[in-house]
C-alpha cells in the first residue's frame, strides 16, 4: 500500500484502466442523462418546434408552457398534493421503519428473524395485486381520493423497504454502544434515542429522502386511488401523455416532468453528501 | 465503593450452560482479575454484574443491596468494553461527562470532575476532540475515562488492553494499577492474559468451562496450583508436564519405560500422577535428569534451552547465561518442594498457546 511503485509498464497498465474507466463513466452518464436533457429541452420549445425533423437543438426558447400550465389551477394543487403524501408517506414509513429494524436487529425475540422475512417476501406480490383490494377496502371505508389513503398505501411497501435499509445499518454498530448508554444511566429507549437516533442521522435521513422519492414518484396506487382532490403529478403527467381530445402535449410533458424532477435531484445530491460521511466511525478501537 | 458478593450463579442460553454456579465474595476496595481461555464465560459472568445479561439462577448483591433484577442503570457501576464503546458523536468531553449529566448532575460540577478525570489520565489536550480524530491508546485512555468520572461502586473490565500493541499494554497496565491504587475501587478485571492478571490483581480467579478452578493471591496460584489446568495457566514459560507411574515410593516410570529418580513421594499416596515442574525451577546438575539439548535462546538476562527428556519437550530457564549447545545431553533436578504431583489430566491447549 505504502511502496512507491516506479516501474513504468505497471503505471501505464494503470493510466490505461484509468482512461477506460473515464470513458465507461462518461458513456453511462450520457446513456441515462440524454432523456433528462432532451426532456428540459422540449419543455422549452413550441409545439412547431417538437416534430421538427432533424431535431433542432437550437431554436428560440419559450417559458410559455411553464406560465401556462402552472398557473392553471390543476398543477399546483397536484403539486401540492404530491408534496404531502409523499412527505406523509416518507415521514411516517421512517419512523417505523426505523424502530422495527432497530427490533429486528437488537431484540432477541423467537421467531424475529422469519418475522422479518415475511415481511420482506410481501415486497414480492405485484402492487396491481394490491391495488385493487386497496381500492375496495378503501371505497367501503369511504376513505377514497384521501391523501392519508394514499400515504398508507405507500408505507406498505416503504416500510419494508426502510426496515430492512435501518436493520442492517443498525447491526454494523456495536452492540456495546448502547450497553454503555444503558450503565451510564439511560433505559434501552434513552440508548437508542440518544446514542443510535444521533449516530445513524445520515442513513435515517438518506433512506427518508429515498421513500420520498419512492413516493414522489409512484403512479400505479395513485391512479386507483384518487380521482379528484388528491391526485398527484404522476397522475397528471400520465393524464396529459394520454390526452386523446387534442393529442398529447408535449411541451406540456416535458416542462410537468422537469418541475417534477428538479426536488428529486436535489435530494438525490444531498443523500450523496451524507453518505459519503464515515457513521459510527471512532466509536472503536479502529 | 462496596463489596460484591455472587452466590451460586447460573446462566443458560436456551438449553446451553454456560455458567454452573460461580460464588464470589469481592472485598470492598479489592482488586479481582476474572482470567481463563476464551469462550470459558469470563465477559458472560462480567456482564451478569453489569446487569446486561439476565441470571439464570442465584443472586449477585453490590454492598447490601441485591441486585440480580435491576436494569445496569440503577447498579451504579462503570464498565470500559474491549472495543471502547465511545459515542462517536460526542467530543471527549461529552464522553465522559454523559453519565454525569444522565444523572442530572449540575452542569459546573460535571465540568470539575471532567476535568480531574483528565488530569488523571492526560487527556486535557483532548478534551474537545471527536473519538475518531484519537489513536487507539488514546480512544482507550477515554473509555477509561468514561468510567472514573462516575465514581462508581464497582469497575468492570472487559479485556480493557486486548486491542493495544504490546509495548502500549505494558504502559497502559501500570497505568490502571495505579489508577486503582489511588482511587481504590472495587474493581473486576477481565483477561485471558494471566500476566495481566497476576500483576494487577489482589486475587485471581482461574475459571475453566464456566465453573472457577482456583482462586486466590497470584503468587499463591504460580507456588501452589491444585490442577494442571491452573499449573498450566498461571506462568510463562508454561510448566513442563510428564504423565507416569510412581514405583517403589520415588521412581517415576513414564510411559516410554524411562524411570526418574524423585526427591520426594506423592504426598497423596497416588499412583499414577502427572508431574509438573516450572521451567524456571530447573537446575542443571552433572547427575540428573538426562535431556538432549535441541535449541538454546539466550537474552542476555536469561536462557531458554528446550530439550527432548523421554521423547516429550521441555523447557528450561536459566539465569544469565551458559554454555550449553544444541545436541549436547545435560542433566536437570528441581528441589522437592518446586515438583508439583497433579491427579493426571490432559495438558490444556492454553500451555501451547504461546503469547509471551
Ligand atoms: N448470546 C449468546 N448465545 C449463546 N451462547 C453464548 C452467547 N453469548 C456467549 N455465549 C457462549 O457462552 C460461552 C462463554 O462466552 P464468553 O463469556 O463470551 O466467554 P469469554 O469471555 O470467557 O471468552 C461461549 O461458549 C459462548 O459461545
Ligand atoms: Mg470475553
Redesign the pocket.
Known sequence: MTSIDTSTPRRRRRSLSHGARIAGAIFISVLFLFPVFWMVLTSFKEQADIFTTPPKLFFDATVRTYTEYFTRADIPQRLLNTVIVATGAGILSIVVGTLSGYALARI?LRGAATFGVLILMSRGVPPIALAVPMFLVARNMGLTDKHITLILAYCTFLIPYVMWLMRSFFVSLPKELEESAMIDGCSRFGAFFKIIVPISMPGILSTLIFSIILAWEELLFALVLTSRDAVTIPVAIAGIAGDTETGANWAALTAVGTITVIPVVVFALLVQKWLIQGLADGATKG | MSTLDIKDVH?S??A?D??HGISLNIQDGEFVA?V????????????MIAGL?EVTQGDIAIGERTVTDLPPKARDIAMVFQNYALYPHMNVRDNMGFALKQRRTPKPEIRQRVDDAARILGLEALLDRKPRALSGGQRQRVAMGRAIVRNPNVFLF??PLSNLDAKLRVQMRSEIKELHQRLGTTTVY?T?DQIEAMTLADRVVV?NG?VIEQEGPPLELYDHPKSVFVAAFIGSPPMNFLEGTIQNGDVFKLDDGTALKLPKGDPKGRERITMGVRPEHFELTDAGWPATVSVVEATGSETQITARMAGKMIRVLVRGRTDVKAGQTIHLKASPELIHMFDPAPIPDVALEEDY
Open positions: 432477541r | 446462566k442460553y436456551g446451553i454456560v455458567i476474572l481463563g481461555p476464551s469462550g470459558c464465560g469470563k465477559s458472560t459472568l462480567l456482564r445479561e472487559d479485556e477481565v485471558h475459571m464456566g
